[in-house]
């Protein structure tokens, strides 16, 4: 299955309006009504994907002095083909001027056999806003996971941020302390245009400043809860 959902977001000179918004099964947008100078839109997964050979690709605009949320409303699972075909997930961002974006979807669970790459692009002006998280959980419980390799390419006024690889779902590196220690949750949540923040860390969190402006906050848990306290405790 092939789908391509397109959300567009502008600012009339009160609030942000949303100028399109296209849902193509399973990638359906629902705009939150009554949210205030802010624009806020649910993405929910209409049907069983990612599936093997899926390639899904949300797009989303954020135009001048826009402001935008974008949040899941449940854990997208990573399912396996029947062929053990790749699945492929792909988030396309641009944000203009003084825009604003919020992407925060719920966790994605990889389950056994799947193989899923998951991708995010952002392009931001240089006085731009961006805060996105990204929650992995490796299998559901007592399942091993199946494999995942997962893309971030963030660039604020031509300058990169962000580039960053991970694949996931090779046990002996998984276990590695130099990837996940063992831990089947890994939760990143990273904000450019913010506040600038002291690298610190915790137990098992850490949070660091990103040269090109920006803070990236990475933490390992057992469990999703668990790694969502960690974030909270970097902020």
């Known amino acids: 299955m092939k789908a391509h959902a397109r959300l567009t977001a502008c600012f009339d000179g009160s609030r942000t309006v949303l100028r399109e918004l296209r849902s193509m099964a399973p990638l359906t947008l629902f705009p939150r009504r009554g949210s205030g100078a802010t624009a806020v839109v649910h993405l929910v997964n209409s049907a069983t994907s990612p599936l093997g050979g899926d390639d899904l690709l949300l797009s989303i605009h954020v135009g001048p002095g826009a402001s935008l949320r974008v949040s899941g409303v449940a854990a997208t699972l990573a399912l396996p083909g029947l062929h053990g ?43 731009a806003y961006l ?91 057992p469990d999703a809860v668990t790694a969502m306290k960690g974030l909270a405790e970097a902020s």
Do not use: K, N
Not at 87 to 96: A, F, I, M, N
Not at 110 to 127: E, G, K, N, P, Q
Not at 154 to 176: F, H, M
């Open 85 to 127: 075909e790749v699945s492929l997930s792909t988030v396309d961002v641009v944000v203009e001027s003084g825009g604003a974006l919020e992407y925060l979807p719920e966790p994605t669970v990889v389950t056994a056999r799947a193989r899923h790459r998951a991708v995010f692009r952002a392009s931001l002006a240089s006085d």
């Open 131 to 221: 805060h996105t998280r990204e929650v992995l959980v490796l299998g559901r419980a007592g399942e091993s996971p199946g494999s995942l390799v997962t893309t971030s390419d963030v660039v604020r006024a031509g300058t990169p941020v962000l580039r960053q690889t991970l694949p996931v779902g090779d046990s002996a590196l998984d276990g590695s302390l130099a990837v996940l220690a063992g831990r089947r949750v890994l939760a990143t949540d990273l904000e450019v245009g913010g506040p600038e923040r002291p690298a610190a860390s915790g137990e098992w969190w850490s949070r660091s400043p990103l040269a090109a402006g920006g803070t990236l906050v990475t933490s390992l848990a």
